[in-house]
Antibody, heavy 120, light 106 residues
Framework: EVQLVQSGAEVKKSGESLRISCKGS????????ISWVRQMPGKGLEWMGR????????NYNPSFQGHVTISADKSSSTASLRWSSLKASDTAIYYCARHSSHGNPFDDPWGQGTLVTVSS | ETVLTQSPDTLSVSPGERATLSCRAS??????LAWYQQKPGQAPRLLMY???TRATGIPARFSGSGSGTDFTLTINSLQSEDFAVYYCQQYNDWYSFGQGTKLDIK
């Protein structure tokens, strides 16, 4: 069974750093890209960026470039999303999703989501 | 960047009736258009890809059409479990989502 299991909810303060994770299982982790998607409270979905776990090559939505870092560890089949300095506006649910390289939709299932709450 | 605009923002339909949701792209995405369903507290679920191909396990009452810049998701004989938020996504020019259409019970 394919699964993407994300790390638990986080409560942080502005300026703090944070890393959340997404562990894949039930498939070959290096044969699918992982994307991260933000959903701010009561709002829609925004694509943040993607990583190819086979070589850790990344692409970012320009709106998120420079504010987050996406990485992957093949040995643990885990992708990560990291902030070095959180803002209150980073409060959101973050989802990971897998897809077959460029030009393909996001497969089911997505990760269950990680709620990040940042207080000022 | 390809911007997707969904209409309407909210659609109220009675169970058993048909719902028609629209998605317009700011530039052609060919047929690289997917639809997702999201229920409260859940991750999105893939319904349709390639504009008109149902994903695995999706009932036949869901259908999709369109190409280029104009797309439609039709849900026939609405069931209680279909009331949710629906997003279109283009995957022709990296990725972007529409703002969503909330389908609620009339």
């Amino acid at each position: 069974e394919v699964q993407l299991v994300q790390s638990g909810a986080e409560v942080k303060k502005s300026g703090e750093s944070l890393r959340i994770s997404c562990k894949g299982s039930g498939y070959s982790f290096t044969t699918y890209w992982i994307s991260w998607v933000r959903q701010m409270p009561g709002k829609g979905l925004e694509w943040m960026g993607r990583i190819d776990p086979s070589d850790s090559y990344t692409n970012y939505n320009p709106s998120f470039q420079g504010h987050v870092t996406i990485s992957a560890d093949k040995s643990s089949s885990t992708a990560s999303l990291r902030w070095s300095s959180l803002k209150a506006s980073d409060t959101a649910i973050y989802y990971c999703a897998r897809h077959s390289s460029h030009g393909n939709p996001f497969d089911d299932p997505w990760g269950q989501g990680t709620l990040v709450t940042v207080s000022s | 960047e390809t911007v997707l605009t969904q209409s309407p923002d909210t659609l109220s339909v009675s169970p058993g009736e048909r719902a028609t949701l629209s998605c317009r792209a700011s530039q052609s995405v060919s047929t690289k258009l997917a639809w997702y369903q999201q229920k409260p507290g859940q991750a999105p679920r893939l319904l349709m890809y390639g504009a008109s191909t149902r994903a695995t396990g999706i009932p036949a009452r869901f259908s999709g059409s369109g190409s280029g810049t104009d797309f439609t998701l039709t849900i026939n004989s609405l069931q209680s479990e279909d009331f949710a938020v629906y997003y279109c996504q283009q995957y022709n020019d990296w990725y972007s989502f529409g703002q969503g259409t909330k389908l609620d019970i009339k």
